[in-house]
């Protein structure tokens, strides 16, 4: 029985626990076959070239890595998907993805759900005509899961967050790329990430550490964002309208909202219009009993910090930067807290707070003043996040 | 009425069949996932049981692009379903629920030409549900495994008389799993005590001594499109709960969207009810609550439920048209709402 269910998906075991795929005709079956007879601790080996698709392939076996001749070689295009809301979709556990793309998804590009130790390595997510609305939402979008590693990614043109890591646990995001993304990097109602290493370039907004409220997973924390590359963050918003990152203004490099123990430090920040780094509380309304909208026991320090503040792009934002003498400033904090939030901006740099009374106070109330640290010990450092040593292997 | 005609056929079917097909029980309790559907002896055709396999009918069912359904269930020899509460029955190991999908020729004759699609099974062996769907033949005589899903073209004539031509898409075993999984386990999803109990269904399997418990449910479903049924407010729900809540659930595939559509949430934030976006991306087609009470341009449930491009299109499995009829249940309900 089993021998007859290989032979009719085509996928030769060229040898033992690899299950070899190529392109061609009914791709989309054989390579769907494959990720459902795959055992744990094979691998789903696919060849060179480019698979036409026709609906999101996924896998719900353990331990399995699915590997591509690199993300330039191997090519799962989605141009002409019919359904389904990602590309490929992986609900288990020890997976390895690397060295293949996913191009053209007509939802998000690779969603893991509450697969537990994954890796992304040198995958390659990317909506090809560039930036659009009508893109995909998330390129690399891993939810719901504890010990989540992307290294060596490189996410182009999703119309929500290139890398989106949401409501997770323990989480590096490093050496990865993301580019003319709406946002590049974002952290969202999850605990205990190192974000580092990464080039977020010509995003809309470069990286965003958030807090939601209404979620299963909520009160972000224990987050670092480190020696990332954060430059010309520049390409206009284009997020549908209702969604949270279409309220980033373009040009925005870091930005962290409604979590707590955010550090920012060592980065190099440049070249975004709107400001370097922004610390904030959640500005809408909510009913959510359950959820602290503010910004807290936030450190920002030591990032190098290149122009900002130019243009900057949010309603009230031009009249701010006259006001405070004709460039916007390069750490801007929105005061919600107020010293008891604890956010040590000691870069040394133009750093402002805006002094909003209350979250939910609409930015033409802000009162902008120059920074005053608050009058509480120095911050101490987070723990380093660590991967598994399987997983750590998984990228060499 | 489509009810009474589908049971009626199956029962039609079952007089006029050859020689009737046997439930192979130790097959169904087996490990194995057989390539042809007929090896079980559940049906004697696509929409036809084989004796010992009972019809049965939901309130309110799932919407598949208007195919018609065909849906039952074998138990063991002398073994029952158990009803505890409103939700689903406590199926005995052993147990195989059935459901057939087809398309008439012409809606407006349901009960002619009839082509059988696909077959699925859901067999509740010792170590849990499995999920296992079976592709028919062009001429209706063969049904084979395909665990990685099937497009096939389909055309009929729709009850407003106009010719619809869709891609119909079997899922694959992992799809199967997308809607049927609670947890990290499959299981059933239609059969709720709230679901079943239509007045005589529930009792009726009672008194053949298929069921234990009570057969009766404290809030059962109404039928969505039978205004007799219940109010709009309820028999939306009730399509919700059909249609959305096996993923939009405190526990399911989308629990992280926080928008939970169950028949028992409560009508606050988790409904939809001024809840924003959390991960739709372009899904929120420019709209920033899932329901905005009195206006449902302004809800994006709707929008969704009427699109049918993918990233953007709920249920994202399973519906490539749009359920014109729902999305007016649903805007109505919205609309009324305070």
Redesign the interface.
Known sequence: MQAAVIAAMAAAHVQAGTLRVEPGDGAQERLQAALIEAKPGDIVDIGAGRFDLTDGLSLDVNGVTVKGAGPAATILSFKGQKAAGEGLLVTSDDVVLRDFAVEDSRGDGIKSKGADRIVYRNVRVEWTGGPKEANGSYGLYPVESTDVLIDGAVVKGASDAGIYVGQSKNIIVRNSTAMYNVAGIEIENSYSADVHSNLAMHNTGGILVFDLPNLPQQGGHAIRVFSNRVEQNDTPNFAPKGNIVASVPTGTGVMVMANRDVHVFSNIIGENGTTNVMVVAYQSAFTDKNYDPSARNIVVRDNQHGRAGWAPAFPGGAALAAALGGLFPSVMWDGVGGAAANVQLKDPVMTVSLNLPAQGTPITQAQPAAYVAPATAPAKDLPTIVMTAAMEAATK | MRRALALGLAWCGLVSASPSPQVDDALILSD????RLQDFGLLVDGKTPAPGVIPYHLNTPLFSDYAVKFRFMHLPKGKKAKATGDGLLDFPVGTALIKSFGYPADMRAPGQDMRILETRLLLHRASGWVALPYVWNADGTEAT?K?????MDVSWTHSDGQVRSI?Y?VP????C??CHVSG?AITPIGPKVRNLDDGHQLQALAKAGLLTGKAQAVRPMPVWDRPDSGSVALRARAYLDANCSHCHN?AG?A??S?LWLDWDQPA???LGI????????????????AIKPGDPAAS?LVARMAST???I?MP??GR?VTHAEAVALISQWIREMK
């Not at chain 2, 665990?147 to 497009?151: F, N, P, V």
């Open positions: 194995a996932m057989p390539t495994l665990r990685a899903g099937q497009r891609s898409a694959n075993a992992n799809q799993k997308g990290a405190r595939p629990d992280t926080g606050d934030t988790n001024g809840k924003r976006p959390t991960a739709a991306g372009r899904g929120s087609v420019g709209l920033e609550f994006y491009e993918p990233g299109a994202e499995l490539s």
